[in-house]
């Protein structure tokens, strides 16, 4: 189904968007930042791509980092031509880097504290002391979930015993492994990791934050810079499109630019250099 209807849309928008770009135009590199392992990643974006390179008229190929400060270097490296990155890396390519910001996904990010759903924990507060997993230490979520903690007084003696993951998916597959008593997640991750039927249950959630970015480059022409802007917001509105968000497990894009993050600047600040 997927490849009848991007041959369909291929028909339909490829030729206006090659007189528009050029014929031959060489290959846009998506960067997707390492919120779940490679694989995982490419079997969840691989729709995208297609619906992307329909859209525009030229391909369209997904590229990653095995880590979080690899991708960010390779972002400010100018390595991509369109970047989805954490919120708060945002900043860092765009503010004032070779990158604008066009688009954020629709809804709010959030950060869940998950436990085992067979677990004893109800409250935060009966994890003082206890294994903690999160994604990479300079993930927004994982600052956003020390945050928190610290906040509730779980500080000094009462801290949870932290370990880093490369991944949101490591993190809670700590949980499900017996490796972690709780996990701090995004939501993104939980929502796909409960579809899946993954016994884990919520005991505290963050604040809500900007969320998941689009950059593209400032190098490309305008005209292709908008281009893109709205093939990601109008995803919804294509048949192609939706399958894609559905695969990817996100909710869609609405347009945005950079001054929708800055408050999130003091996370920034306190994220590990990459």
Do not use: C
Request: aromatic share 6%; hydrophobic share 50%.
């Amino acid at each position: 189904m997927l490849a009848a209807l991007a041959a369909g849309a291929a028909l339909a928008l490829a030729a206006p968007a090659r007189a528009a770009d050029g014929a031959g135009a060489r290959p846009l590199r998506l960067g997707i930042f390492p919120i779940v392992s490679p694989v995982e990643l490419f079997r969840r974006f691989t729709p995208l791509r297609a619906y992307l390179a329909a859209a525009l008229g030229r391909e369209v190929r997904l590229a990653t980092a095995r880590d979080f400060p690899t991708f960010v270097r390779r972002t400010a490296a100018r390595r991509y031509d369109i970047v989805v990155t954490a919120p708060h890396f945002a900043l860092l390519a765009a503010d004032p880097g070779p990158y604008e910001v066009r688009a954020s996904l629709r809804r709010a990010l959030v950060g869940h504290v998950v436990v085992h759903a067979d677990a004893s924990y109800r409250s935060l507060e009966a994890l003082a002391g206890r294994r903690v997993a999160t994604p990479p230490e300079s993930a927004l979520i994982t600052l956003a979930g020390r945050e928190l903690f610290a906040r509730r007084g779980l500080t000094g003696a009462r801290a949870p015993r932290w370990r880093a993951y490369r991944s949101h998916n490591g993190a809670y597959e700590a949980v499900l492994g017996g490796m972690a008593d709780a996990a701090v997640v995004s939501v993104n991750a939980l929502r796909k990791a409960l579809e899946r039927g993954a016994p884990l249950r919520t005991v505290a959630r963050t604040p809500d934050l900007p969320n998941t970015a689009l950059l593209v480059a400032r190098d490309l022409p305008a005209r292709l810079r908008e281009r893109i802007e709205a093939a990601f917001v109008r995803a919804r509105e294509d048949a192609v499109g939706r399958i894609a968000l559905r695969r990817a497990g996100i909710p869609g894009w609405r347009p945005a630019r950079v001054a929708h993050y800055r408050v999130l600047r003091p996370y920034l600040q306190r994220a590990a250099p990459p």
